[in-house]
Nanobody, 121 residues
Framework: QVQLVESGGGLVQAGGSLRLSCEASGRTFSNYAMAWFRQAPGKEREFVAAVNWSGYTTYYADSVKGRFTISRDNAKNTVYLQMNSLKSEDTAVYYC??????????????WGLGTQVTVSS
């Protein structure tokens, strides 16, 4: 298992920006696809964005396309989520997750504890 620690959450006004970071340790970071999920109060956890091991392939939920950007720096064992044009509905706890690509695994087996993002309208 890889250990994950998120940071960068906080309170921001609607229309503003935040950048979340997730630092990994314990395993070879470049063996993992990385993703961000979020969970709002009273709602189920939902997928936000993902990036493959190399950083060249990314995926986004429709709700964040064009506003959020996922990226990674394998030299720093860190994945980022740049969030722009934030909306009140983006308010949630954001979780970082890792899925092994070498060897390949179907599920995200490692999760961080989350970081709170609150967008005020």
């Amino acid at each position: 298992q890889v250990q994950l620690v998120e940071s960068g959450g906080g309170l921001v006004q609607a229309g503003g920006s935040l950048r979340l970071s997730c630092e990994a340790s314990g395993r070879t970071f470049s063996n993992y696809a990385m993703a961000w999920f979020r969970q709002a109060p009273g709602k189920e956890r939902e997928f936000v964005a993902a990036v493959n091991w190399s950083g060249y392939t990314t995926y986004y939920a429709d709700s964040v396309k064009g506003r959020f950007t996922i990226s990674r720096d394998n030299a720093k064992n860190t994945v980022y989520l740049q969030m722009n044009s934030l909306k009140s509905e983006d308010t949630a706890v954001y979780y970082c997750a890792a899925r092994s690509e070498m060897p390949p695994r179907a599920d995200f087996g490692s999760w961080g504890l989350g970081t709170q993002v609150t967008v005020s309208s």
